[in-house]
């Protein structure tokens, strides 16, 4: 598949403290060197620190919290724990451990960030790092040559190179606009923690004509919470900024499932809120292109990547 040329019901208060962005020698003022990243089943993972713990941390832009793997640092780090809190992903939802006041190293930074959650997030994942960390900075994304760096707002500026429209206002998830066939635009959540193509409502599938009522499930769909049963199936055409796709996998929820999609009679949840998009946009579409988000400014640069 290759691009031609042709875009919570609790929302939890993150102190974000930047100490200091440590910028290489190499590297123009407010622009850092490249960090490598392991692109795993479609996630990027950054090598990160929470006392002297180290590991890896996941980056999310579709998640509105931040989520700490207390098993893997109980030994390490005293944790200053808060009140408890009620938790909603796309499959499900369940109440979780907020902790505070917890330094973190990342991209040779010291951050302090609260209303960090517990979760069980496998043998080396210490930390999710949500949206809010993104309206920080500049961020730039290289999937091909799997690295990534950040840049200060005052050092870039996309508003004359932004190829794709982004959305993203406050208390509100960042979205893009996608032309998924037929030339008909749609508003998808812009997630770097879904691992797919494009995941869209069941209303919309069936609308579109991508699935048929009857269809079976295919595959089950894993959130941060719980699974559901879903419905695979192939869009001929998606279009990204400038960059179309042509076969792109789709899917979405099967007969009975319970998603917190907008369009999803009576769900909402921490993907999808106030039923302002329909579907969310991820790795399957990303992995072809360096990606330079501004959300604290609301633009996006979409671009091939140049050799490493």
């Known amino acids: 598949m290759q691009p031609t040329v042709a875009p919570l019901p609790h929302l939890f208060y993150l102190v974000i403290c930047l100490f200091g962005i440590l910028w ?6 407010g622009v850092s060197q490249w960090t490598d990243v392991s692109i795993r089943q479609g996630h990027i993972y950054v090598p990160v620190s929470i006392g002297s713990a180290k590991g890896w941390a996941l980056l999310d832009t579709g998640a509105e919290i931040f989520a700490i793997n207390k098993r893997l640092i109980a030994n390490d780090v005293d944790l200053k724990e808060g009140v408890a809190v009620n938790i909603a992903g796309v499959y ?13 190293d990342l991209f ?42 950040i840049m200060t707002h005052d050092a870039v500026d996309l508003k004359k190179s932004e ?8 208390y509100q998830q960042p979205q893009v606009l996608v032309t998924l ?8 959540l812009f997630d770097t923690g879904f691992n797919g193509g494009v995941m869209v409502t ?15 499930a295919t595959h089950q769909g894993r959130g941060a ?28 929820p099967a007969k009975g499932a319970k998603l917190n999609l907008p369009g999803e009679q009576g769900q909402t949840g921490t ?38």
């Open 24 to 29: 290489g020698p190499a590297s123009n003022a």
């Open 181 to 188: 066939g037929n030339n008909k635009k749609e508003w998808l």
């Open 108 to 149: 040779g930074s010291t951050f302090e960030w609260s209303g960090l959650v517990d979760a069980d997030l496998g043998d080396d994942l210490l930390l999710v790092v949500g949206e809010s960390f993104f309206n920080q900075l500049v961020v730039q994304m290289d999937y091909p040559n799997q690295r990534i760096r």
């Open 225 to 252: 919470v719980r699974s559901a049963n879903m419905i695979g199936f192939t869009l001929p055409e998606v279009t990204f900024g400038p960059f179309t796709l042509e076969n792109v996998l789709g899917s979405t």
């Open 271 to 308: 993907k999808f809120k106030k039923k302002s998009f329909e579907g969310i946009v991820g790795y399957d579409v990303f992995k072809h292109f360096v990606i330079t988000m501004d959300f604290k400014n609301q633009r996006m640069h979409v671009g091939l990547p140049t050799e490493s």
């Open 92 to 104: 499900g939802n369940e109440k979780r451990k907020v902790y505070n006041d917890v330094l973190v």
């Open 163 to 170: 190829n794709i429209r982004l959305r993203k206002k406050k």
């Open 202 to 216: 069941r209303r919309m599938a069936t609308m579109r004509g991508w699935i048929d009522p009857n269809d079976q």
